[in-house]
């Protein structure tokens, strides 16, 4: 299976390459050439396997320059000892036809795990198999649970070292934690006098920095990213959505051939569009919700084709929704306007230059085909998590919530009553105050007891991967200004290499 960008069709290259170049050299996407088949037969059979035996089938589709047996490894050591035990993605049964899949069951409790915990598995035999020979440093700018992800994820991988920088000011006290703390002797974190925007502005200045990365390559170093543009970080995420609907039909809550639909809390349209390529391989879905929160240019852009990010920004209870330029947009486009590199190209200089496009009338047909989009506000989530809890004693975190809130609006305009999955994309506990709070319970000053009182409320044991960090040191305090960010990586690596 080949691979090419969205704005260069004629591009062919390798999963491999792929994964390890992370952007195609013209600023577009990997994206496949052709879509494996998912027949009514292949569902049966999934339906009879574990996760990971489905796993390794669906990835075994797309990542064709990797062995059998090397994806049924990186399969079980990703979602083996790392995960709680038991299915990795579990579904949760609300009531007939409304289900939860949760994400969240991994190392760092957010969904963001059943991508990097299995993209390091497979990244170092396809930077050796594919010619790079240096070691391959991979920098993250986070609003939060991506950096920790891909920390646990990259944490002593040999021939990797991993550098994350996060907003001083921008993440949870539970998420700079969880960051602060990390173990491991190839990874650092570091915060950052400014926003998020600042962040993500720098990493890309330094991958921008020829000089710097001569510099690195003459080390023997190699830049890679693990951000969610990458190919290695969605199809993993294509799984799950397989592996759902297989649920579904072995526990017979569907009939075979049953079209369902999946609504999803989206910030970066990666999860949502893992779930888009499933449907394009053949699985029998309806329609995708796509629900934002208050930055809600996506709902925009469904309803009328048109998307612009000149807006205010806000800081929301759901911050890993907080964005305003979707980048995995870019993959949705490319197939909208049949696969046409040039239009595709002409959009994204669009959005650059003036922070705007707009679809066509036949795209934006295409598009609300088989796609609605919903918003809501931080009340409307606080009150449904409590409605939620009230009503099924299900305990979601305020990204989940604002999808359940999503699909119920849905409901109530369209009658649509289709069976549904919401995607489940982090634990109640990773943003315990804002839970305690929508339940109407004081919250505790101290991260701890806020979760012993949730535990307490809810019955639900808080995931050790958080109690556990009660304990552990802080190894990164270190804060820089976004202007030093380059200083930091060449001290990092410089570092590493003294010992
Ligand atoms: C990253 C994240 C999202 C958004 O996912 P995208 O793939 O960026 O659309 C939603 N919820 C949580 C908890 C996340 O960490």
Redesign the pocket.
Known sequence: MNYTSTRDSSLRVTAQEAIVQGIAPDGGLFVPVEMPSLTEEDLAALSGMTYTQRAVWVLSRFLTDWTAEELAAAVEAAYGERFEEGDPAPLSRLEEGKYLLEL?HGPTC???DMALQLLPKLLPAAAKKSGCREEIVILVATS???GKAALEGFMDVPGTRILVFYPQEGVSRMQKRQMTTQRGDNVAVTGIRGNFDDAQTGVKAIFGDEELAAELREKGFSLSSAN?INWGRLVP?IVYYISAYCQLLADGEIAAGEQVNFC??????????AGYYAKQMGLPVKRFLCASNRNNVLTDFIATGRYDRNRAFFTTT?P??D?LI?S?LERLLYLLTGKNDAETREKMDSLRRTGVYQLDQRELSALQEEFSGGCCDDRQAADTIRQTFERYSYLC?P??AVAVKVWEDYRKETGDGTKTVILS??SPY?FADTVLAALGQPVPEDDFDRLEALEKLSGLPAPAALTGLKDAPCRFPEVCGAGEMGERVRKFLGQREAQ
């Not at 999803?264 to 569009?273: A, C, R, S, Y």
């Open positions: 969240w957010a969904f963001k939060g649970d991506t969610s995420q999803v809390p989206t910030g970066n349209f990666g999860n949502i569009l759901s890993s929704m964005i979707s995995n975190d990204h989940t994309t982090a990773k």
